[in-house]
């Protein structure tokens, strides 16, 4: 059982225009969420997270947005660049991230092109 | 101020066998938590050490083990490997208990045979 999905393997966007990228949770325990981005061969770094008494957090050219009536979050970067191409991960938390850790979506491969 | 660093990078092992993966921890970071990724998947959570203690457990049987030393650098072990165990490991470290904003290590790329 998923309990964060990520409905879009891979996603494509011309240099300059918005990415969404997109993540819905079955949880509602989930409180706190996070978007981290992986290239090929390194870890995942963190990029941007959102408390679930926030509906908005931004941190410059990315904003991640929380509706969590529906159990969805998404990630706006805008505009987009080539060092944007990358497989982005939503993960959420409970109660602090603690003995739980943090459960991951299976990623978005999103793709600038120029 | 050195990140999180993995050792070995990758690693080839036989079916049965013991591997050990080893991790050290951001400067000033107390809490440590691996994650299996296998290929196509996002990172799954095995557990969790702070301050030398587990702090929290995954989905994982018992042959999936750790350690946290003083300096909060880590290891995990894997007994009896099986073809599935083949995957990247990861390690995180961060600076609070609740491991939120966690920074991952580079992973470890085990491939069992």
């Known amino acids: 059982d998923q309990q964060v999905k990520q409905n879009s393997p891979s996603l494509s966007v011309q240099e300059g225009r918005i990415s969404i990228l997109n993540c819905d949770y079955t949880?509602?325990?989930?409180?706190?969420f996070l978007w981290y981005k992986k290239y090929p061969a390194e870890g995942p770094t963190f990029l941007i997270s959102?408390?679930?008494?926030?509906d908005k957090n931004e941190d410059g050219r990315f904003t991640v947005f929380l509706n969590k009536s529906a159990k969805h979050l998404s990630l706006h970067i805008v505009p987009s660049q080539p060092g944007d191409s990358a497989v982005y991960f939503c993960a959420a938390s409970e109660g602090g991230g603690g003995a739980d850790g943090l459960t991951f979506g299976k990623g978005t491969h999103l793709i600038i092109q120029p | 101020e050195t990140g999180v660093t993995q050792s070995p990078t990758h690693l080839i092992k036989t079916r049965g066998q013991q591997v050990t993966l080893r991790c050290s921890s951001q400067?000033?970071?107390?809490?440590v938590s691996w994650y299996q990724q296998a290929l196509g998947q996002g990172p799954q959570f095995i557990f969790q050490y702070y301050r030398e203690e587990e702090n929290g457990r995954g989905n994982f049987p018992p042959r999936f083990s750790g350690l946290q030393f003083p300096n909060y650098s880590s290891e995990l072990n894997v007994n009896a490997l099986e073809l599935d165990d083949s995957a990247l490991y990861l390690c995180a470290s961060s600076a609070t208990r609740g491991g939120t904003e966690a920074f991952f290590g580079q992973g470890t790329r085990l491939t069992v045979v």
């Open positions: 949880n509602s325990m989930f409180d706190y």
């Open positions: 400067s000033g970071h107390n809490t």
């Open positions: 959102i408390s679930s008494i926030k």
